[in-house]
């Protein structure tokens, strides 16, 4: 059994900070490339950024590209996701999602993540 939870959500302003978190339990984390997803009211869930399992390739979707990190600690079993200067379109569900898949690389596609947390809400006013 494999257990995502994400936490680090919540209710900020525009240009305001925040940094989610997503333990995973189960098998080695360490086994797992990691991505970030979002999905705001009546859209479609989208990528946010993901992370190989070694740390060494972190590709990010473009509107986040230069205010979002994506970083891991292996020894944690922990994916982080901070976010800088937050705006109000950055409002969504933010899902955290494992991959087993054994290439281990930093998907982009949903369909390659094997595992979802049951998210985290971020809303940002401006």
């Known amino acids: 059994q494999v257990l995502l939870v994400e936490s680090g959500g919540g209710a900020v302003q525009a240009g305001d900070s925040l940094r989610l978190s997503c333990i995973v339990s189960?098998?080695?984390?360490?086994?797992?490339?990691m991505g970030w997803f979002r999905q705001a009211p009546g859209k479609e869930r989208e990528f946010v950024a993901s992370i190989s399992r070694g740390g060494e390739v972190t590709p990010y979707a473009n509107p986040v590209k230069g205010w979002f990190t994506i970083s891991r600690d292996n020894a944690k079993n922990t994916v982080f996701l901070q976010m800088n200067s937050l705006k109000p379109e950055d409002t969504a569900v933010y899902y955290c999602?494992?991959?087993?898949?054994?290439?281990?690389?930093?998907?982009?596609?949903?369909?390659?993540?094997?595992?979802w947390g049951q998210g985290t809400q971020v809303t940002v006013s401006a």
């Open positions: 999602a494992a991959s087993g898949n054994p290439a281990g690389w930093a998907f982009l596609s949903s369909g390659a993540y094997n595992y």
């Open positions: 189960g098998r080695p984390f360490s086994t797992y490339a």
